[in-house]
């Protein structure tokens, strides 16, 4: 599965890390939140370096739908049943701040943006509900939003809220003139060099260990959609989400603004301009990363609804993106511990990173220059309010035992069936003597792992659109090789040599 914006994207390859160099702060990730940050603290004449386990872009950033919008389907609402107005408003605020920077980048780098309106638009009559506290919730809020009873679309809709001269983007044009720049105040980014942990040197240095060696740091921005490193416990504070995206040509006309749906299940649309014509993005189906069934089943539903409502819809291209859900409903962007100032974290944005990644990068500067911006109490990575998340915190946290809990007990009850061969695009899970082994056949190889994941030990899932072994724990992701995917482990998965025999 490609996404529409890397499948030709006009970024060059970076060399990986040459060990022993020493930076004022190091950045962890190359996607729209670490470059922004990198270049915002390069222009402030910090020394700085940007460390990316793949290619830029190749995580949640460049899976984006792109929309650059403070109308965020129905987030003000979710955020003002949690909070107090005025956080409410600062949030907003926040995504407004990081609108208009990147929206300034991009006009001062010739990136292209098209203008559109937002709509948060009400699938049912259930749902008009929804669209109505939205309204509410976004006017308290300072957002000029109004109420719209008629929509002009082919599929069923009762009303809408919408948000006038909002934007879209094609995300790898985007970070593509952001690395550019962040090289141009000579600081390196280094690709194909993952990060595996952080420690204190005897200097007082920090010193990340890669898998290509060691550098230095003062100070360490994690950028990484979910922290790489436990200490916090982030991975307890976030839902791993993961939804399903298609582009489509279409010979019939297209909306040409930006549509989400207010429930369930996520309908999610834009337009692409294209050389040849205009194509038809959707989104949605979005579940929690290695639980809810066949992920090729829900990458299937997308398409025939679209295909239900415009009937010449061909998909060329289709792909899914991660994103990570905060229990308490807002982002996180300062230390990783209370108190620790030398490790910063981002997270949290909850499938709206175009404005709250640039926000957290503006919050983060703002912390290492000592010009935190008026609103960054809003994206604390520790607050005294957190406590009203516990619930939701230990809701999160008990599924999360139960998956561990069941999962080994299914391996162990199973047994084995050592020998078996998944047909092609299949893969399947079984105890080989007192090894859970995850086993597929992709591409007419077929690999034998260790199903367990080196995070915090759950029994990874097929995924069976993507080709993928997930965790359902915490959401990290591994090719069909064990290779490390998505965080927050930072190491792949064991593999099972022919010559050895699991049982």
């Not at 922290?227 to 982030?234: E, K, N, T, V």
């Amino acid at each position: 599965m490609t996404s529409l914006w890397l499948h030709d994207a006009q970024v060059p390859a970076r060399l990986r890390l040459t060990p022993g160099s020493r930076f004022d702060t190091v950045v962890i990730g190359a996607g729209l939140t670490g470059l922004v940050t990198a270049l915002l603290l390069a222009q402030s004449g910090i020394q700085v370096a940007v460390v990316e386990g793949r290619r830029v872009g190749t995580g949640t950033t460049g899976a984006t739908t792109g929309k650059i919008s403070l109308l965020q389907g129905t987030r003000a609402q979710q955020i003002a049943r949690h909070h107090a107005d005025r956080t409410v408003r600062a949030y907003v605020d926040a995504n407004r701040e990081g609108q208009e920077w990147l929206l300034r980048f991009c006009a001062q780098r010739g990136v292209p943006v098209q203008r559109a309106s937002a709509f948060t638009y009400a699938q049912t009559e259930a749902e008009k509900a929804a669209v109505r506290a939205e309204y509410a919730a976004t006017q308290k809020a300072g957002l000029p939003t109004e109420l719209v009873d008629e929509l002009d679309l082919p599929f069923p809709s009762h009303g809408a809220v919408r948000l006038l001269d909002q934007a879209q983007v094609d995300p790898m044009k985007l970070l593509a003139a952001l690395a550019a720049e962040v090289e141009s105040h000579a600081a390196p980014i280094y690709e194909s060099t993952l990060a595996r942990a952080v420690h204190h040197d005897r200097d007082g240095d920090l010193v990340i260990t890669t898998e290509h060696g060691d550098l230095a740091a003062g100070t360490v921005v994690l950028a990484t959609g979910t922290p790489i490193l436990d200490r916090g416990g982030f991975f307890a504070r976030l839902t791993p989400q993961r939804s399903y995206l298609a582009a489509f040509r279409v010979n019939e006309p297209i909306p040409h603004d930006m549509y989400i749906s207010a429930g369930q299940p996520t309908r999610s649309l834009r337009y692409a301009p294209e050389p040849e014509g205009d194509l038809l993005l959707v989104g949605g189906n979005g579940h929690v990363v290695g639980r809810g069934g066949s992920t090729r089943a829900k990458a299937a539903d997308l398409v025939s609804w679209t295909q239900t409502w415009f009937p010449t819809a061909e998909p060329i291209y289709q792909w899914s993106a991660q994103d990570y859900a905060p229990v308490g409903e807002l982002p996180y962007a300062g230390p990783l511990l209370p108190g620790m100032e030398r490790i910063l974290v981002a997270t949290g944005y909850a499938k709206w990173g175009m404005t709250n990644g640039v926000a957290a990068s503006i919050a983060l500067a703002g912390r290492l220059t000592g010009k935190p911006p008026r609103w960054a109490g809003a994206f604390a990575s520790w607050r005294p309010d957190e406590l009203k998340a516990l619930p939701a915190a230990a809701r999160v946290n008990s599924t999360v035992a139960r998956y561990l809990s069941t999962d080994w007990l299914r391996v162990v009850v199973n047994g084995s069936s050592y020998g078996e061969v998944p047909a092609e695009g299949g893969g399947s899970v079984e105890r080989h003597g007192l090894r859970p082994t995850a086993t597929c056949t992709v591409d007419g190889t077929t690999t034998r792992l260790s199903a367990v994941c080196p995070h915090l030990y759950g029994i990874v899932h097929w995924n069976d659109a993507e080709r993928t072994w997930d965790c359902p724990l915490h959401g990290s992701r591994f090719a069909p090789d064990g290779t490390l995917l998505e965080g927050p482990a930072t190491k792949p998965l064991t593999v099972f040599h022919a010559s050895e025999d699991p049982r």
